[in-house]
């Protein structure tokens, strides 16, 4: 039996003086709760606040719409809240991945490897997936996943393939290789997908944390 789910999620590198990783988040769940998340972003967020759309970058910096939360503290508070609500309606169940980058370097370097950050990283999301319905599967049940990557570049194809290749030589691998991670096209995708744009909020609050 396949349980089936639907995937989204965003990258995320960056390397300044605080911070130099790269992450990879998102949601997963089935058809129904999508159906329930993207009305409730929609009514809960955008049209609540105002918003065309959203995006943390712009967010942070006050651009366009945006403008309104400068200065405005408890009024930014209150789309975060929103935003985390939106969430608890639908019971999306969020993943994440984030890797060092100067760790990997070093690493590649002692052991003569090649291993990519990005491919790393979407091969963790995807074992992660899987430890997530761990207590959903029986028997021969697995996974069957469609994970939607907001880029279409000749990189994220080959990460892909290589993460694939990282889940089949892993132990415990199991029914990894059901999931299926996906490139899309990411010009002006983000922007009418609210999918992508609770990936966005999700990849950034992860990375408070490095």
């Given at each position: 039996m396949?349980?089936?789910?639907?995937?989204?999620f965003d990258d995320s590198t960056r390397r300044d003086s605080q911070h130099r990783v790269a992450a990879l988040a998102g949601c997963v769940g089935t058809a129904e709760q999508w159906q329930i998340q993207d009305a409730a972003w929609r009514n809960d967020v955008l049209e609540r606040f105002g918003l065309p759309y959203f995006?943390?970058?712009?967010?942070?910096?006050f651009a366009g719409p945006y403008e309104q939360f400068k200065d405005k503290p408890v009024l930014?508070?209150?789309?975060?809240?929103a935003i985390l609500g939106t969430s608890q309606?639908?019971?999306?169940r969020s993943f994440g991945a984030m890797t060092r980058l100067d760790d990997l370097t070093r690493f590649n370097r002692e052991r003569s490897r090649n291993i990519?950050?990005?491919?790393?990283?979407?091969?963790?999301c995807m074992f992660?997936?899987?430890?997530?319905?761990?207590?959903e599967l029986t028997g021969d049940d697995f996974v069957?996943?469609?994970?939607?990557?907001?880029s279409d570049d000749q990189g994220t194809n080959q990460a892909i393939k290589l993460a694939n290749?990282?889940?089949s030589t892993h132990p415990w691998h199991g029914p990894v290789e059901n999931i299926a991670p996906q490139p899309m096209p990411k010009e002006g995708m983000a922007r009418h997908t609210p999918a992508l744009q609770v990936a966005d909020f999700v990849v950034a609050e992860m990375r408070k944390y490095t």
């Open positions: 396949a349980i089936k789910m639907r995937g989204w995006h943390v970058r712009e967010f942070a910096t930014s508070l209150e789309l975060s809240q309606k639908s019971q999306l990519s950050h990005y491919a790393l990283n979407i091969y963790t992660n997936i899987k430890q997530i319905f761990r207590k069957q996943m469609c994970l939607d990557i907001s290749l990282y889940a």
